[in-house]
């Protein structure tokens, strides 16, 4: 049975997403000169690690390269490469939030400590990812974090116009989705609010959405079906040793825009059969942009009763092919483009034939 809800995780916010690299200045140079991404904190220089903080508006990255061998970033890297090691939560009271969650259930990882006035505690989430719970007294800077020092922003920095996170794709183990699903209803008071098994060609995923009791945390849970032929699920959960973040979804206002700048520096986004275009307007009408821009950038577009969303897949640049990114605007909509899913999933097939 689920506990009552808890003003604990009543107001959840994504803070920040911590990254484990092992080459910072690449990866830095990825999301800055790729995305339109901001350095605004860096520090740890020269041990136990290097860390830079950096993104926009709502959107806040630490990344950090583990310096030393008993660094936790060391073993996380040596086992899955870079990727997604922590989805910070802000809480009013991360001491409340962590017993709360301990008692619930949820494995600790650190207990509350302070830190400039920040507070910190971390729990384990999903496979090698931890949530570190942040509270933040009023009126100081929203990027802080110990050990990060601020930086002043570069000269002439471009922006693409992302501006926050719209969710989170996890891939977990067969048999592994129902249990992860209840962890976040029964420790975080997240609820589960879509759900569908996707068929591409001979393989099936299973995929169920939790959210936050705010709206404003989404994590889409996906696990393979065993009873089908293997696929990228499957390809994903091999290569990074297990459950973790697929892709993040970032918020565009105008994702024409934000595709055709991110495009110019170079990105690679996945390709959409022409095909896909000619069927479009025979399934809806556009409430915003052309057939033409959407062809052109090879966006999607799919609908709900709520409205329409477009969203883009980049091509992974991943040295294990287990990580990319995703662009998305929502005119309303409030699913995930399950027509788009299969799109994707069907693309990423046509590029590894």
Known sequence: MAAAPSQAFEDLLVDHVLFYVDDIEAKTAWLVDGYGFAVYAAGGDPAPARSVGLGRRDIRLVLTEPLVGDHPGAAYV?????GVADIALRVADAGVAFEEAVRRGARPVSAPAEHGGVVTATI?????????FVQRSGGGDERALHGLRPVAPAAGAWDAGLNGMDHFAICVEAGQLEPTVAFYEQVLDFAMIFTERIVVGAQ????????????????????????CSPGQIDDFLKNHGGAGVQHIAF???DIVRAVGSINATGVAFLNTPGAYYRQLTKR????????DE???????????????????????????????????????ARTFGSNNIKALYEAVELEAA
């Not at 040596?78 to 870079?82: A, I, M, N």
């Not at 169920?208 to 009791?213: D, E, F, I, M």
């Not at 705010?214 to 889409?220: E, I, M, Q, R, W």
């Not at 999607?300 to 969203?311: A, M, R």
């Open 78 to 82: 040596e086992r899955h490469g870079d």
């Open 294 to 332: 959407l062809q052109r950038l090879s966006i999607l577009v799919d609908q709900d009763h709520y409205g329409q969303l477009f969203q883009i897949f980049t091509r992974s640049v991943h040295t294990r092919k287990t990580f990319f990114l995703e662009i998305i605007e929502r005119i309303g």
């Open 124 to 132: 384990i989430g999903f496979g090698d990812v931890t949530h570190t």
């Open 251 to 253: 918020i565009a206002d």
């Open 204 to 227: 099936a995923m299973n995929s169920q959405v939790v959210q936050s009791r705010s709206g404003a945390v989404t994590l889409t849970l996906i696990e393979p079906d065993l009873s």
């Open 284 to 291: 809806l009408t556009l409430s915003r942009h052309s057939v």
